[in-house]
């Protein structure tokens, strides 16, 4: 098993190679890539197979493993995913004309690639070919650390995708794994300055604390998704119950799923509160409710339980929703100031004053405007597959595509000028 400080001193060399890798060569990685991981379907599958069984008895929860789990379909949407990436403009092909100085020279702004990347994730295979996908398109050599839950699927990934790019000619080092999963290593990744351009950490509270306590490199969160929809007064009841609907059950284990409803008061009278709850109980969804709602809630008799306060800095990541009143839209606005994660909020409204006020005023990588919170997402974006998202702001803010993974550096043209 190689040390952290060999794998990135591998991937450096790899890097190098990387930068002088022209867009045709770079696609012809991800198509030998796609072949190979189509290929591997068999013992990915059975690696995965040997992940969940051991989750399984973990007691994982339906949501973790509803992340972890690959089929055949899961896999072919990984290997179709990388087309979709072949198909991206080349970020590395995008100069930036600043213009002409006084004295003559010709200033311009060229994308160049940001060299070794560390990505450190949880339990979703899918991430560890996009994550690779996205690096190699966008020049980036890559160290991947999965978690523990999916390490062997990740294994049978990687390998794969590092049979892909050998027969493409290209260095199996663009693509470096972590075998080990202890935090020993995130902590060794975090701290290897000079040796990390970037570090990407997607997970929960504890690892954006080790984060913080580690870091000595530049790094990216992709934080927990406390993620808010606001239903205000003058919203269309049926709209804002498929919202709600979609945003908390379409795929309730994901970092842009709803874990806060708030509701503005007055739909308490109008019936509008208990239609979205119904609908949500009928989809099993446990509503933990504050007092105003949960009164409303059981004269209507659908069941719910109360709230307490850490039930609105809660992540779920399962099919449980808080739910809040509010009387106005500045109360919503300070509910997610005070609880949000700068990941996602959205308002359902018909008042275009209310919803521009809300888009200008929450702070979050993605604010939305009647439409689910489930839009937060590279692909849904148009960016296609994403590293990650974001919430950050510094230099990305929400779904970090292939320009987030680029740098511009000044490209200077002169014809003997010197400084006077």
């Not at 070794?116 to 996908?133: F, G």
């Amino acid at each position: 098993m190689k040390s952290t400080s060999a794998l990135l001193i591998d991937a450096g060399s790899a890097a190098r190679f990387l930068f002088s890798a022209n867009e045709a060569s770079r696609n012809r990685a991800l198509e030998s890539i796609g072949r190979a991981v189509s290929e591997a379907s068999a013992p990915v599958l059975a690696a995965n197979a040997i992940d969940l069984a051991a989750a399984r008895e973990s007691g994982i929860s339906a949501a973790l493993l509803d992340r972890l789990m690959l089929d055949a379909g899961r896999l072919q949407k990984i290997a179709d995913s990388l087309r979709e990436v072949i198909a991206l403009p080349d970020p590395l092909s995008e100069i930036r004309d600043i213009g002409e100085r006084p004295n003559g020279l010709r200033v311009a702004k060229r994308r160049v690639p940001l060299g070794v990347l560390a990505v450190i994730y949880k339990a979703r295979p899918n991430v560890t070919v996009e994550a690779a996908s996205l690096a190699i398109k966008s020049g980036n050599a890559i160290v991947l650390r999965g978690g523990r839950e999916a390490l062997h699927s990740n294994a049978a990934l990687v390998l794969a995708i590092r049979d892909g790019l050998q027969c493409a000619s290209m260095p199996a080092d663009c693509v470096q794994f972590v075998e080990d999963p202890s935090r020993q290593r995130v902590a060794e990744l975090l701290g290897s300055r000079g040796k990390v351009d970037l570090a990407i950490a997607r997970g929960g509270s504890e690892l954006m604390a080790m984060v913080d306590a580690c870091a000595q490199v530049p790094v990216m969160q992709h934080g927990q998704g406390i993620t808010h929809v606001f239903v205000d007064k003058s919203a269309d009841p049926m709209m804002a119950e498929r919202i709600v609907l979609n945003a908390k059950t379409q795929r309730p284990g994901v970092c842009n799923a709803l874990e806060t409803l708030l509701v503005h008061q007055d739909l308490i009278a109008s019936g509008a509160l208990k239609a979205i709850a119904e609908a949500l109980v009928r989809s099993r969804v446990e509503l933990r409710a504050d007092p105003e709602v949960a009164k409303a809630l059981q004269r209507a008799r659908i069941p719910c339980v109360a709230a307490s306060e850490a039930d609105f800095d809660t992540e779920f990541l399962a099919l449980i929703l808080a739910i809040r009143a509010v009387p106005s839209l500045d109360a919503a606005l300070a509910h997610i100031a005070e609880h949000g994660t700068q990941h996602t909020a959205s308002i359902v409204t018909a008042d275009p004053k209310n919803a521009e006020r809300f888009l200008r005023e929450v702070d979050a990588s993605c604010v939305l405007w009647n439409a689910s919170t489930r839009f937060n997402d590279g692909g849904e974006l148009g960016m296609g597959a994403e590293m990650g998202i974001s919430t950050s702001k510094m230099h990305a803010f929400g779904p970090m595509g292939l320009r987030e993974l680029t740098a511009e550096k000044f490209v200077v043209y002169g014809t003997g000028q010197v400084r006077r």
